[in-house]
C-alpha cells in the first residue's frame, strides 16, 4: 500500500526506514524527549511522506482516504506539546517542510502582506523579507525552527505581540487541502488552533511592515512584583504600546543573564552538565540558594521606530528604577536561543526541564503567579516571566526542572490544576497537543470548542486528521 503512493511522489519523497520514521514519532514535547527506544518504536508511523507542491498533498490524501490511513501534518516538529505525535499503528506523519517555494509581497497600501509556503521557516522567511525592506510582526522565540503553517495550526503570539497582537491579527487567509480532495483559500479562523485537524495548511498569507530603522531598550527594576505589574500597566497606557514588553523574576533573569547586562554564559561541558544534573535532583537546595541570585524584578520595554510610529517612552519610574539598556540589548541578542540537543541530554540524565504558557486576566496575574509557583515547589525548581501583555491581560510563562518522571508529571499536573482554581487559563501559545488534552476546557473556551466540532464534522468526519487531538 505504500508503495502505491511511492509512485506518485517519487521514492524519495516516501520515507519507510526506522530512523525517519522513530524521528517522526515525537516532536518537541520535553515528556516525550525521556521517552525509551521502544516507547518511541509504539508510536512510529507507517511512513514519513514529504510532498514538494499542492499536487502531492492532494495524492496523498486521497490515497490516505483510499487505504484508511490517518494522516498528522507535521511542520518543523518544534511544537512542544504532543500535536504531532502520530497516534495509532496505520498513521502516516505528513511532512511539510518542503513547501518552501512560494514567496510573494503584496505590496498595497494600507494592508502590505507577504503571501509563503507553509512550510518556510520563520527565519528564512524574515530574511527575505528584510532583503526587501519589509519584516513580520510575529517573531516566536522559536523562529528559527518554527513554520508559518505551524503558526497558524497553533495559534501562535510572538515577542512583539504587545505591539502586534499574536498570529491570528496578522493571518490574512490561508490556503488548506481538505480530506475530501477539496481545496480552500479561506480566512485562518478554522485553523487557528486546530493542530492540523481540519485541513492540511499549504499556503499563509501573513501582514507584513515596513522593517525598523532603530530601536529604543529600556530596563528597569522592582523590589515586588506588584510593583513591576503596576510599572507595566501604566506603560500599556501610553499611546503606543512598546514592541517587548516583559518582566522577570529574579532568578529568572538571573537565568537569562539580564542583570547589569551580564549573562550566565552558555558553555557547555560533559563535567557542567552533569554538575547541572546533580542539582537538579536536589530542588530544595536550589530554592535554597536562588536568593543569592538577586532579588528584584527586571522589566525590559522595547520600542521599534518604524516608519509612522514616533518616538515613545515607558511609564514613569521611581528614582533609580532605571538600569540602562544593557538587560534589554541582551535578552535581543539572545532572544531566540534554544539548545535543543542540550535538552534531550538533560533527559537522558534522568531529569527533566519543561515550561508553561499560562495566561490570566490583570486582576490575576499576581495571584496566578504565587498559586503556581507554590503548586511546583514540591516537585521542581521554578521561576517564571510575565509576557505578550495586553488590555486584558498576560502570558505567565514557567520554567520548570528537577529529576524524575514521576515528579515531572506531578509537577505538570499541579501546576495545571493551579492555574484552573485561580481562574486563569492553562493555555497562551502553545496550543493543546497531548500534553493539554486532560485540561483542554481550560484551554480553548466552550464556543471554540463547539466551533471546532462543528467544523470538524463537516471537513473530516472521518477523523482521518491527526486524531486524538483537541476534542476527538
Not at 534589554?328 to 527533566?352: I, K, N, S
Request: glycine share 10%.
Amino acid at each position: 500500500m505504500i508503495s502505491d503512493i511511492g509512485r506518485l511522489l517519487g521514492p524519495a519523497r516516501v520515507l519507510e526506514d526506522e530512523p525517519a520514521r522513530l524521528s517522526s514519532a515525537r516532536d518537541s514535547w520535553p515528556q516525550a524527549l525521556g521517552w525509551t527506544q521502544e516507547e518511541l518504536r509504539g508510536r512510529m508511523p507507517a511512513a514519513v511522506l514529504k510532498p514538494r507542491d499542492d499536487g502531492g498533498v492532494s495524492a496523498v490524501l486521497a490515497w490516505a482516504a483510499a487505504e484508511g490511513f490517518s494522516v498528522v501534518p507535521r511542520g518543523a516538529g518544534s511544537g512542544v506539546l504532543g500535536a504531532a505525535v502520530p497516534q495509532g499503528p496505520k498513521t502516516v506523519v505528513l511532512d511539510l517542510s518542503g513547501l518552501t517555494e512560494r514567496f510573494e509581497i503584496d505590496a498595497r497600501p494600507g494592508r502590505p502582506a507577504v503571501v509563503c509556503g507553509a512550510g518556510m521557516l520563520g527565519s528564512d522567511l524574515e530574511a527575505r523579507l528584510q532583503g526587501r525592506g519589509w519584516s513580520l510582526m510575529h517573531f516566536p522565540q522559536s523562529m528559527e525552527d518554527s513554520s508559518a503553517g505551524g503558526w497558524i495550526a497553533t495559534d501562535s503570539f510572538g515577542q512583539f505581540s504587545t505591539r502586534y497582537g499574536g498570529v491570528k491579527d496578522q493571518a490574512l487567509w490561508v490556503k488548506a487541502a481538505l480530506p475530501d480532495g477539496g481545496w480552500r483559500t479561506e480566512e485562518a479562523a478554522p485553523h487557528l488552533g486546530a493542530e492540523g485537524t481540519l485541513g492540511v495548511i499549504t499556503e499563509v498569507a501573513l501582514r507584513v511592515r515596513q522593517a525598523a530603522r532603530s530601536r529604543k531598550f529600556h530596563a528597569f527594576r522592582f523590589k515586588t512584583l506588584g510593583s513591576a505589574l503596576d510599572f507595566a500597566a501604566g506603560t500599556m497606557a501610553r499611546p503606543v504600546a512598546p514592541s517587548v514588553l516583559r518582566l522577570y523574576c529574579p532568578t529568572d533573569a538571573f537565568f537569562n543573564g539580564l542583570r547589569r547586562g551580564r549573562g550566565t554564559g552558555t558553555a557547555s561541558s560533559t563535567w557542567m552538565e552533569a554538575a547541572q544534573s546533580l542539582m537538579l535532583r536536589r530542588t530544595r537546595l536550589l530554592y535554597a540558594l536562588s536568593p543569592l541570585v538577586g532579588r528584584h524584578w527586571i522589566a525590559i520595554v522595547i520600542y521599534e521606530e518604524e516608519p509612522g510610529f514616533e518616538g515613545n517612552a515607558p511609564a514613569r519610574t521611581a528614582a533609580g528604577a532605571s538600569i540602562g539598556e544593557g538587560p534589554a540589548l541582551r535578552w535581543w541578542e539572545r532572544r531566540y536561543h534554544l539548545d535543543r540537543e542540550r535538552l534531550e541530554r538533560v533527559f537522558q540524565r534522568g531529569c527533566f526541564a519543561d515550561t508553561l504558557d499560562l495566561w490570566a486576566p490583570w486582576a490575576k496575574l499576581a495571584e496566578l503567579h504565587r498559586a503556581v509557583l507554590s503548586a511546583l515547589r514540591p516537585h521542581a525548581f521554578a521561576f517564571s516571566h510575565l509576557s505578550h501583555f495586553d488590555h486584558r491581560g498576560a502570558c505567565l510563562y514557567v520554567t520548570l526542572a528537577g529529576s524524575g518522571a514521576q515528579d515531572h508529571a506531578e509537577a505538570w499536573s499541579s501546576a495545571m490544576d493551579a492555574a484552573v482554581r485561580t481562574g486563569g487559563s492553562v493555555n497562551h501559545h502553545h496550543g493543546v497537543g497531548l500534553a493539554k488534552l486532560p485540561w483542554l476546557q481550560w484551554a480553548r473556551d466552550a464556543d471554540w470548542r463547539a466551533s471546532w466540532r462543528a467544523e470538524k464534522t463537516r471537513r473530516d468526519p472521518k477523523g482521518m486528521l491527526n486524531p486524538g487531538k483537541l476534542c476527538q
